[in-house]
């Protein structure tokens, strides 16, 4: 209780540290995102300076999220000097509210060219500022949003911003439809569980892959994977643990609310969930946890690998965004109650999300799209590129009642009994669950579960909290015209749930049957990230966000962009990482294997021209041939790399080209090396194994 959120400037530290009119000033924008008196900023920039200083930090830093996907700071120490040649510590209301870093040098999308620099930065106060010890130095830091000179978002965070309030607007005019007077916003909350891969530090200073591109280009199956099932939530090693132990006292100390913590199904692999916060705070909050995971795992000689797909053949990491709807008097909008069929409000909700998701599948189907999370979707891994809702048995019970003209009945759950008479007797959930939906309800929160393991969730968000908006401001529209509400709100929930029942699915989402049955249905199956980019700047696209105000049509296209770039960059660089490591390490350890079997082959016949050498006479041709193949395919590699390279087409067709040809090639080429891999003696393969790095922890 002491250590929680000691590095915070949380609301008791406001309301002990500002004057009583400041801080009711500055609460209310705050909770009810009244404008931000620009007067109270003096105030609070004197005394977060001064709290900052006796916790012993030397500088400030407007702390961002820009289109990298990462955050970002430039840090500013409080001196400033005095005619007697010392200094004094200040920090003005000024520096507080606006930063100016020069906006040129992260991704823009062509919004920015390099000689428009600038940006600007501003104070962000519904989520606290936080001090940040790094190696002993200490940094207030202060979350801030980005835009450039001409006001469009450069960052994460403004879309995010204003998704929440386009959600609030519209669900309050359905709320107020419903006779609710007293809520006078609607937040979304958001639990991000996050799964991360830990391997030894030596065996990753050894990979130059895993270092560059955060996974392995390179590596053989070990005799063992994850078939035995016996990690998941095993016995947590000593080593792990500790790590866990100094990652929750971190978290803690910066207000993070970090709570469950498991081994995770694959060798190496484990899982950390915070509670739920506001989707604003829950998403800084996942930024830095991921950013503390890299840093706290370095002090136990561990490496912390975020990456979706770090090791073929066995299990990747995702992000499980939990999802919901609250007032900003604490109703839980999608809360059944006992009995969900009278409850009428929340089947609006639930039926707003399930239009939302149906209508909109592409863009949140884009929302998960990384370089990355190719690798599980719809292709290494089980769960496909499909969107569709689980809903469990009683609530598909009650949507089958809604499209059959009205409901009269939930299911109940019932109690299970274990059979031992010592053993508790346990209430039944309403609904079992399922693992392998992409987009689950939980008993009062839909689980996003497509969301790559790196990737911040501010994207996802934006377009679920956007789509489930615009659906509710149709809801509303109807609503508020009609003569009778009643009759009304049965038709259109009527309609929802007949309409949209397609993208209902509760069986097995990795099953093949599924996809053929989707695709029976018309659900889009989006496969890659080239082809869910696109979806960004169609038409309709462009009218949702506009309308809603979350983003402009040239800010879309920035995006575009910036994904499209990314995905080639990316390709690009694990092409170039494959061939260095092609060329410097394995091609040169495989020579000296062959190298060495020639030569025993001519010590033994020479010493005895009975002797049998057909061993590794076998060996050495088999190693030669795939040598020689091998030495093939990195050239190839090399030329189609800069063939991409050298596109000078649309974007599209450049990352198709990355996609179909030069991914290919990679994959070529690993086949190759992954067997070699299994004939060269171990003593000679020049980079760490995958039993290494998934088993030596
Ligand atoms: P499971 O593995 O069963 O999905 P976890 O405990 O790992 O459960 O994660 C569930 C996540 O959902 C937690 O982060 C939790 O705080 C979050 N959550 C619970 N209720 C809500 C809600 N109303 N809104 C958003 N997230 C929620
Ligand atoms: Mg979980």
Excluded at 72 to 98: C, N, Q, R, W, Y
Excluded at 107 to 123: I, M
Aim: glycine share 6%; net charge negative.
């Amino acid at each position: 209780m002491e250590i929680f959120g000691a590095n915070v400037f949380n609301d008791a530290v406001m309301r002990e540290r500002l004057p009583k009119n400041v801080y009711k000033s500055l609460s209310n924008t705050i909770d009810k995102g009244l404008p931000l008196d620009p007067s109270v900023a003096e105030v609070v920039a004197n005394a977060m300076k001064d709290w900052a200083i006796e916790k012993g930090a030397t500088h400030f830093t407007h702390w961002f999220q820009p289109m990298t996907g990462f955050t970002a700071e430039k840090h500013d120490s409080f001196i400033s000097p005095t005619s007697d040649g010392k200094v004094i510590m200040e920090f003005s209301g000024k520096e507080l509210i606006k930063g100016e870093p020069d906006a040129s040098s992260f991704p823009s999308g062509g919004l920015r060219a390099t000689f428009e620099a600038r940006g600007y930065t501003a104070w962000d106060c519904t989520s606290p500022a936080f001090i940040k010890e790094d190696g002993g130095a200490k940094i207030l830091c202060i979350p801030t949003a980005f835009c450039s000179y001409t006001g469009e978002a450069l960052d994460k965070k403004t879309p995010l911003l204003r998704s929440m309030e386009a959600l609030s607007k519209q669900a309050i005019r359905v709320l107020r439809l419903f006779g609710n007077e007293t809520s006078t916003r609607v937040i979304t909350t958001v639990g991000p569980e996050q799964e991360y891969f830990l391997i030894d530090k030596k065996f990753y200073d050894n990979r130059m892959d895993l270092m560059l591109t955060g996974r392995t280009l390179f590596g053989a199956m070990p005799p063992k994977g994850q078939e035995l099932e016996d990690h998941y939530f095993g016995s947590i090693k000593e080593r792990v643990a500790a790590f866990m132990k100094e990652l929750n006292i971190e978290l803690w100390k910066l207000g993070i609310l970090a709570k469950t913590q498991h081994n995770e199904v694959a060798p190496g692999q484990f899982e950390i969930a915070p509670i739920f916060a506001s989707t604003n705070i829950a998403t800084d909050h996942n930024q830095l946890v991921m950013d503390v995971m890299k840093k706290v795992a370095i002090r136990h000689d561990l490496v912390c690998l975020l990456h979706e797909k770090p090791f073929a053949g066995v299990n990747g990491s995702g992000k499980h965004n939990n999802w919901s709807l609250a007032t900003d008097d604490g109703q839980n909008l999608l809360e059944p109650g006992n009995t969900p069929h009278e409850n009428a409000q929340f089947l609006t909700f639930l039926c707003a999300v399930i239009k939302a998701v149906d209508d909109y599948a592409e863009l949140l189907r884009l929302s998960a799209a990384n370089p990355g999370n190719d690798h599980r979707l719809g292709a290494n891994e089980a769960p496909p590129a499909i969107i569709s809702i689980f809903l469990g048995e009683q609530m598909s019970d009650i949507l089958e009642q809604l499209a059959n003209g009205g409901v009269k009945s939930s299911k109940q759950g019932g109690t299970i009994t274990v059979g031992v008479s010592t053993l508790p007797t346990l209430v039944k959930d309403v609904t079992d669950r399922n693992r392998t939906s992409p987009f689950a309800f939980t008993g009062n929160k839909f689980e996003f579960r497509m969301v790559p393991s790196s990737l911040s969730i501010a994207g996802p968000n934006v377009v679920l909290n956007t789509i489930v908006a615009e659906v509710l401001s149709q809801i509303a529209d109807r609503l508020e015209q009609a003569t009778d509400f009643n009759t009304e709100l049965q038709k259109i929930l009527g309609e929802i749930a007949r309409n949209h029942k397609r993208i209902i699915f509760d069986g097995n989402g990795y099953s093949e049957e599924w996809v053929a049955e989707a695709e029976k249905r018309g659900l889009p199956n989006i496969k890659s990230m080239v082809d869910a980019v696109p979806h960004l700047i169609t038409e309709k696209s462009v009218k949702l966000f506009e309308k809603h105000n979350v983003f402009s049509e040239v800010e879309l296209h920035s995006r575009y962009e910036i994904l499209m770039e990314q995905y080639c960059k990316q390709i690009n660089i694990e092409a170039q990482t494959m061939i260095h490591m092609a060329k410097r390490q394995i091609l040169p350890a495989v020579v000296k294997y062959a190298t060495n079997l020639a030569a025993s082959i001519n010590t033994i016949k020479n010493a005895s021209a009975q002797a049998d050498v057909s061993a590794q006479e076998d060996i050495l041709n088999e190693v030669s041939a795939l040598l020689a193949s091998f030495k093939q395919k990195v050239y190839n590699l090399e030329a189609l790399a800069e063939e991409a390279k050298a596109m000078e087409e649309d974007l599209y067709k450049k990352g198709v080209f990355y996609r179909d040809v030069v991914f290919k090639a990679m994959n070529s080429l690993r086949a190759d090396a992954d067997k070699l891999e299994t004939l060269v003696d171990a003593e000679l393969w020049p980079i760490p194994t995958y039993a290494q790095m998934l088993f030596m922890l």
